[in-house]
């Protein structure tokens, strides 16, 4: 399994050709006290950068990005019923979807854990 | 931090106790410490210390100091006794509002609160209308806290023994900590509480010393917008502003009867028109179905989509766990119980006028009057 992160802050989970997505501690963090999250249907088709789902806190509204293209196989209910999840556990129980991957060549241009960290300190 | 942003007297002290510093009205202040949802539910319950440092605090003094202001605001400043505060409004020649803002009576002068992104605009406005023989003073060396929430007197009274003899809108000359403060039973939370204005060299030690009583801990400028969204209370410049009259904005009572029938102050033909023929918008309360946040800037549409009105502020109220708003609507649609859509981040939303405050008030009236 190994873990991939985007500029806009979202993780992405791989095994194999299944990805799981969501977004980041320092996300959630930035976000504050989520009160609503919206994720997409299995079966709807997403293109690497197009809007996927969506996150609102107290303070504002964001968009979830998806980080890689591919056919959502599962949104987490979980998180929609418990918004809050996304404050508690974002990189575990607070996960939005899971997808198969289109095209594995679109990791390349993602972060790596490290990277993904040095990123977040320059902001 | 921008060059435009400048620092309030407890910059540091929010810091060194983990707010998180956003600007706001020309400021960097805290948005969070813990938390807005842990933080607004602990006003409601216990006492918030919130720093407002950034509004402004003036004196209007002169011979005609109250003649002049009745010119400029709607209320009935000849009946406003000693140490009592009320709510009023700077009015234009429109009947539009300038700023909202708290006025009490003090000795020879008036003492005024202002917003902090309006104050410098209104004393430019003051300046300009009233006349040379009043004196609008910008108090910039006093710092100014509020501590909320129904455990407030509490926490303030063993502070400053007395206090909670104060009714709600009156305010007094009283000692913190050594430091010589105006305290007024008054606030922006729908909560029982008190505003609190101290020299800024003072105010680091009296900040701790109230966060240092068990019923206070200190919040940020979030949880004072959800609190007030709860507590039906209008933010100036989201849910007022110029081109809105007071009528309009729900804000009748903010002209006195005296007044009405009087007239002699800005606006009072479209004031005067609108109280007898009612106004053609309304600002209203919703209640949003689902738990998605409609916020400001979402329109009010009929059934064919066009807009008919807009939101003016809107959240999650962290008290009813529901999405709350409010809006401008047109007046057919502005009674508790109409049913209204939304259209808000490219979706259609279903909300329901809700009467405001979204959640009672509890301001403690009793108490006596010094």
């Given at each position: 399994m190994s873990i991939y992160y985007t500029k806009d802050h979202e993780w992405v989970s791989v095994e194999g050709d299944t990805a799981t997505v969501g977004v980041t501690d320092f996300a959630q963090g930035q976000l504050g006290d989520v009160v609503f999250v919206e994720v997409p249907e299995a079966g709807r088709t997403l293109s690497q950068g197009g809007e996927a789902a969506v996150v609102e806190s107290v303070k504002a509204a964001s968009d979830v990005y998806a980080p890689v293209g591919g056919t959502v196989t599962e949104g987490n209910q979980a998180v929609v019923d418990e918004p809050s999840l996304v404050n508690t556990d974002p990189e575990g129980e607070g996960w939005f979807f899971k997808l198969t991957l289109s095209d594995t060549h679109e990791l390349n241009g993602l972060m790596n854990a490290d990277q993904y960290k040095a990123y977040c300190a320059d902001l | 931090?921008?060059?435009?942003?400048?620092?309030?007297?407890?910059?540091?002290?929010?810091?060194?106790?983990?707010?998180?510093?956003?600007?706001?009205?020309?400021?960097?202040?805290?948005?969070?410490?813990?938390?807005?949802?842990?933080?607004?539910?602990?006003?409601?319950?216990?006492?918030?210390?919130?720093?407002?440092?950034?509004?402004?605090?003036?004196?209007?003094?002169?011979?005609?100091?109250?003649?002049?202001?009745?010119?400029?605001?709607?209320?009935?400043?000849?009946?406003?006794?000693?140490?009592?505060?009320?709510?009023?409004?700077?009015?234009?020649?429109?009947?539009?509002?300038?700023?909202?803002?708290?006025?009490?009576?003090?000795?020879?002068?008036?003492?005024?609160?202002?917003?902090?992104?309006?104050?410098?605009?209104?004393?430019?406005?003051?300046?300009?209308?009233?006349?040379?023989?009043?004196?609008?003073?910008?108090?910039?060396?006093?710092?100014?806290?509020?501590?909320q929430g129904p455990r407030a007197v509490d926490a303030l009274s063993r502070l400053v023994p007395g206090v909670e003899a104060l009714g709600f809108m009156s305010g007094g000359a009283f000692e913190i900590g050594g430091a010589r403060a105006w305290i007024s039973r008054s606030g922006y939370t729908g909560e029982d509480g008190f505003e609190i204005s101290i020299p800024a060299r003072d105010a680091t030690a009296v900040a701790d010393l109230l966060a240092d009583q068990p019923e206070v801990r200190p919040i940020g400028l979030g949880a004072r917008d959800s609190l007030r969204l709860e507590a039906g209370l209008p933010l100036y410049g989201h849910d007022l502003d110029h081109g809105t009259t007071p009528i309009e904005a729900g804000l009748a009572f903010a002209i006195s009867k005296q007044r009405r029938a009087g007239g002699g102050f800005a606006g009072w033909h479209r004031i005067v028109q609108e109280l007898a023929d009612g106004p053609i918008r309304k600002r209203v309360g919703l209640a949003i179905e689902g738990r998605q946040p409609v916020r400001e800037g979402a329109m009010v549409v009929d059934g064919e989509g066009n807009e008919v009105g807009k939101v003016t502020s809107g959240g999650f109220s962290p008290s009813l766990e529901a999405p709350i708003a409010m809006a401008y609507v047109p007046l057919a649609s502005a009674a508790p119980g109409t049913k209204v859509s939304l259209l808000a981040r490219g979706k259609i939303f279903s909300g329901t006028v809700a009467a405001m405050p979204f959640v009672p008030h509890r301001y403690q009236r009793k108490g006596a009057a010094l």
């Open positions: - | 931090m921008s060059e435009s942003e400048k620092t309030l007297p407890l910059d540091g002290w929010h810091r060194a106790r983990g707010g998180r510093m956003v600007p706001f009205a020309g400021y960097q202040m805290p948005v969070q410490y813990e938390g807005i949802i842990a933080e607004h539910l602990w006003t409601r319950t216990s006492a918030g210390l919130f720093d407002v440092s950034h509004m402004g605090q003036l004196l209007i003094a002169g011979p005609d100091a109250q003649k002049g202001l009745e010119t400029l605001l709607p209320a009935d400043l000849a009946s406003l006794q000693e140490g009592r505060l009320r709510y009023s409004l700077l009015l234009n020649i429109e009947g539009g509002i300038v700023d909202d803002l708290m006025v009490t009576r003090r000795g020879s002068h008036f003492y005024v609160v202002v917003n902090g992104a309006t104050k410098y605009g209104d004393i430019e406005y003051l300046e300009d209308k009233l006349p040379r023989n009043i004196v609008v003073d910008h108090v910039k060396e006093q710092a100014l806290l509020a501590l």
